[in-house]
Each structure stands twice: as structure tokens, then as C-alpha cells.
């Protein structure tokens, strides 16, 4: 059950999105929900539709694992239809129920801000779905260099993200372990109110919060050992590096993103 | 002579303030020779863990001095070039790889010194090639099993090019596959490559691989020698709570009821010959 946590799930391949640098591939995510919020009528919903559906295509991920990763947020989906639905005013009245009512002008909010959210989740679902988490942290650090300056630590946090994830799966097998022997000793975790749930995380919690502790201060000293004294003089194994295909992508990016405000601006059907 | 890769003179230390009347290590002195393979071996508690954190500056002492190649572990600015110098291997795998992809965590080390791109593909090609896991240079780390998860830590301190190697009990968490894995790699690491290597352990088969054993027991050195040797002192070893090679055990009981042999016998085939000659005399 704790296997399927697709935090940041990443599916190697060698398409051209899978090869872009991932500091472009940020930037352009950036300059997507950019153009994805100042997007207002058909004409650039369809533009901002097609940019997404070209970019699934050429990555080869998939729609079903897009659509897999929706799940989680159609709660969120729903609610914001619903409230977009009903509090939204203008336009001729459709159905009156009392104090609810639905206008043509809520029917189109609800359609856009739906689309919207769905158009934002996939534009970063594909992000990470094709960069692998260094490259992505890797990636964070070095557009965030210049915050250095300001004295931002942007190396320890890169290191820290980095670390995080590279744990994730080590932590997940040991809550596995501790699971299986607080069951082996009677532990219920399934049954009950949601209260009693929660107090049978208590038995769990507190063994691998001091596993973790003792884990990093043991990882801590190992770094240590292996010379690490934060992010100066550090070079890196795989340098990134930008390539044509990245400038045609953020040319591109910037170009949509122009055209969809000025669309927006001039032709708001 | 060459001067000791690692010199350990006179340390004592203990964990904390109540406990420095029965410190863990108790006037320790010790040389490692460049180029030789020197097993410590003790009991739990026995100050073998504390003695090799000592070696790389993890952990100071509280009275005596640590000379790395020269340099005191006490001197804060030498300490990166003591952790470049001393390498160090812990007991659990997992706690010691930091990155999510095998060949990124072993470019780690070089990472941290500021070697240029080009040499660091190098030194991590080299290093898994040490271990012998060229074949899982993109897998992810937690995939792999503990023998493989510790190869692939020793990559990483290989990779950062020491001239001494410190392993605490790497074998400790493994599986009898795993640690036939980690010790043909760590033979190999010092007839091949000629790196200096201090293995700390429990197991007297592993003691027995070493060119030079140690033996800790209080904190104290209780015998240092060449395994062979070492392991005759039968009733000494026995005292400390260590058991001696079942070889050395069998000739020892020979020995008791009034049959001569010889008690150097590391090998089954050693140990074969040794009584076949008692009988036939």
C-alpha cells in the first residue's frame, strides 16, 4: 500500500523532452501556466490545448499515466467547479433553486477554471514525469544561483531536496518493517474510528522518527568523510549543458506565451 | 623506514564525562604500515569502532595523538586532507549513499574536491570497476542488494582515490552471499590496487584474511601479530570472549589429550596435513 506514492514519479526515455536541460524544461513549465493563466476564451484554450497535447505526444509518456496522476485532485476539481457554478453572476439565469442559481456566465467560469486546473496539473505532471529528480534539483540549483548574492543557501537547500528524495524509499521499507512488527505484536492498524487510527500511528511514528535521526546523523558523518564542506569548489559528474533543441523549446515557450496574452487581450472570445 | 600512513599514540577516550573512569579506549598506540592489510578484532565494546573513528579524525581523543601521514587529527585546517587521505566504510550501506542514481553517489567524493568532470567519469568508472558493479552504474541504489549496497559504498570511498581505507564491520548487516562480496572486493582493494586497508570486525575468518591482526579488549591491545601467530594464544582469545578458527580450535583440542601438532593451521588443507603428520609419526 505505501509502495504507490508517485511523488514526482519520474519515466526514463530518450524523447526530446526527455533531453532538454532541465533548466529549460523549468522555465518553460514557468512561461506554460503563465500563458495558462492569462488564457480567456476558446480561441486561446484551444491554442494553449494544442501546445500541451503536441508536447504528451512527443514526450511518449502517455495519457493513461496522466490521467492516473489526476486522481488525487478531483476533489479539489469538483469544488471549484461547484463554486464557480453557483457564484458566479451575469448572463441569463439557466435553473433557480432557492438561493442557488446557475447562469450561463457560471456554466462557462466552471467549464475554464476546470480545464485550467486540469491544463496546469498535466503541464507539470510532464515535468517531472520526464526529468529524473537530480537533474531536476540540479536544475533548481543552478536558476536559483543568482539568489546566492542575497545569501539564499540555494547549494544546502538543492542538497537537502536531494537527500530527501534519495531517501524516500530507504524510509518507506522501514515504516514497512515497523509496521509488520508492531502487527506482529498486536498492533491494529485497519480497524476502528479515525481516532483510534490515529493513535495506532503513535506506535509506528515514534520508531522511525528516531531511526531517521540516528540515519542522518550516521549519513551526516559519512558525507563528512567523503570530504563534502557544502557547495564550494564542488564540481559536478554530469554537467548540463544548453543544446539548440533547448533554445527552439524556450523560444517557443516565450513566443506562446506572448501570443496568448496578446490574443487574450484582443480577441477575448 | 616510510613514515606510518596512520600513527596512534597513547589515546584514551571516552564517550562522556561520567564514564572517563572506564574510558573505551585506554592508552591505545598503534602504526599502520602504507600498503598492509591489518584486521582489528574484538568483543562488542571492546573500543575497536571508537579506535577506527579515530583514525580519520570522526572522533578526537581525549589524551594521546592521531598522526595522519604527519598530520595531528586535532588541527581543525588538515581535516579535509585526513578524510581525503583515510577513507572510511561504515557498517550500514543505506546511511552512508546519498544520491538516487549508483554512479552519481559515487561521484560524490571526487565531486567534493573539486575534480574536473572528465576525471570524475573516470574515477567512478575505475572505482566500480574495483567492485565489480560495472553493470549497475544507472540503477537506483535502493534496488540493490546489502552486498551490492555496500560494494557500491566502497566505489564511493575509492573514487575519492585514499591511500588508506578504514572499514567498520562493512559485513556486519550482510547476508553470507553479501559478505563474501565485500571481502573478495576488499582483497582485492589491497593485492591489486595496494591500498592500505584496516578492516574492524568480529569474525575470526575474516580476522584470518589480514597480513597483520590486531586483537582489542578494553580498550586495550591485548595481542598484535601476524593471524597465524596471533591465533595460538588459544586460552588468551578464549578469556575475551573470541573463539579461535575452527582449524586452530580442533588442532588445540588435538593438542590437550597428548597428540603433537602444531597449532598454526589456518586452512582446512593446513590443518588436514598437520594431523595426517602427527598420526603417521
Known amino acids: 500500500m505505501l509502495k504507490d506514492i508517485t511523488l514526482g514519479q ?22 506554460y501556466i503563465v500563458a495558462l493563466f492569462n488564457a480567456v476564451g ?27 496522476g489526476m486522481k ?33 456566465e457560471g456554466v462557462k467560469h466552471a467549464f475554464f477554471m476546470i480545464i485550467r486546473i486540469l491544463m496546469l496539473i498535466s503541464g507539470t505532471f510532464l515535468l517531472t514525469y520526464t526529468t529524473s529528480p537530480i537533474a531536476l534539483t540540479d536544475g533548481l540549483e543552478l536558476l536559483l544561483n543568482p539568489l546566492k548574492k542575497v545569501k539564499v543557501p ?95 523549446a524556450l523560444i517557443f515557450f516565450v513566443a506562446l506565451t506572448v501570443a496568448v496574452i496578446v490574443l487574450g487581450r484582443f480577441f477575448a472570445l | 623506514m616510510a613514515e606510518p600512513i596512520v600513527k596512534v599514540e597513547h589515546i584514551t577516550f571516552a564517550y562522556s564525562e561520567e564514564n572517563a573512569k572506564h574510558p573505551v579506549l585506554n592508552d591505545v ?46 588541527d581543525e585546517n588538515s581535516w579535509l586532507d585526513i578524510h581525503r587521505t583515510v577513507g572510511m566504510v561504515f557498517q550500514n550501506p543505506d546511511n552512508q549513499i546519498v544520491a538516487n542514481v549508483v554512479e552519481e553517489d559515487i561521484a560524490f567524493a571526487p565531486e567534493n574536491l573539486g575534480v574536473p568532470s ?19 552504474a544507472t540503477h537506483a541504489p535502493h534496488l540493490l542488494s546489502g552486498g551490492q549496497k555496500q560494494r557500491v559504498a566502497i566505489a564511493g570511498v575509492i573514487a575519492m582515490r585514499p591511500r588508506c581505507i578504514v572499514m567498520d564491520e562493512p559485513t556486519a548487516m550482510l547476508d553470507p552471499v553479501g559478505r563474501e562480496e565485500v571481502l573478495k572486493t576488499i582483497l582485492r582493494l589491497n593485492r591489486e ?47 575475551i570472549g573470541l573463539t579461535v578458527p575452527d582449524t586452530v580450535g580442533l588442532l588445540y583440542e588435538l593438542r590437550k589429550v597428548g597428540i603433537d601438532v602444531p597449532l ?16 603417521n609419526r
Open chain 1, 10 to 31: 519520474f519515466f526514463p526515455g530518450h524523447s526530446f523532452i526527455h533531453k532538454l536541460d532541465p533548466r529549460t524544461k523549468l522555465i518553460c513549465v514557468v512561461l
Open chain 1, 42 to 68: 476558446l480561441l486561446t484554450y484551444g491554442l494553449m490545448f494544442l501546445v500541451l497535447t503536441l508536447c504528451v505526444s512527443i514526450s511518449k509518456v502517455g495519457v493513461k499515466a496522466l490521467v492516473r
Open chain 1, 72 to 104: 488525487p485532485v478531483i476533489v479539489i476539481l469538483v469544488f471549484t467547479g461547484l463554486l464557480n457554478l453557483f457564484y458566479t453572476t451575469g448572463g441569463t439565469v439557466l435553473v433557480s433553486l432557492g438561493i442557488l442559481t446557475i447562469t450561463t
Open chain 1, 154 to 248: 540555494v547549494h544546502d537547500l538543492a542538497m537537502m531536496m536531494s537527500i530527501a528524495l534519495r531517501f524516500i524509499p530507504t524510509l518507506i521499507e522501514e515504516t514497512d518493517k515497523i509496521m509488520s512488527a508492531q502487527k506482529a505484536r498486536g498492533a491494529d492498524f485497519e480497524n476502528g474510528s479515525l481516532l483510534e487510527k490515529a493513535k495506532a500511528m503513535v506506535p509506528l511514528l515514534v520508531p522511525l522518527f528516531v531511526s531517521a535521526f540516528r540515519r542522518a546523523d550516521e549519513l551526516a558523518t559519512a558525507m563528512e568523510c567523503r570530504c563534502y564542506h557544502g557547495g564550494e569548489g564542488r564540481t559536478r559528474l554530469k554537467k548540463l549543458s544548453f543544446h539548440t533543441g533547448d533554445i527552439i
Open chain 2, 29 to 74: 598506540s598503534l602504526e599502520i604500515e602504507e600498503g598492509t592489510f591489518v584486521a582489528v578484532l574484538g568483543h562488542n565494546g571492546c573500543g575497536k569502532s571508537t579506535l577506527a573513528k579515530h583514525m580519520n579524525a570522526v572522533l578526537l581523543p581525549a589524551g594521546g595523538k592521531v598522526y595522519v601521514t604527519g598530520m595531528d587529527t586535532a
Open chain 2, 118 to 136: 572528465a576525471e570524475i567519469r573516470q574515477r567512478v568508472d575505475y572505482a566500480l570497476e574495483v567492485v565489480g558493479m560495472s553493470k549497475y
Open chain 2, 193 to 239: 590496487e595496494h591500498t592500505t586497508v584496516v578492516l574492524i570486525t568480529h569474525h575470526m575468518d575474516e580476522a584470518s584474511l589480514a597480513d597483520r591482526l590486531v586483537v582489542m579488549d578494553h580498550g586495550q591491545v591485548v595481542a598484535d601479530g601476524i593471524p597465524r601467530e596471533v591465533f595460538q594464544q588459544v586460552e588468551m582469545l578464549k578469556s
Open chain 2, 264 to 279: 598454526d593451521a589456518l586452512s582446512v588443507e593446513e590443518c588436514a596435513d598437520a594431523i595426517c603428520k602427527a598420526l
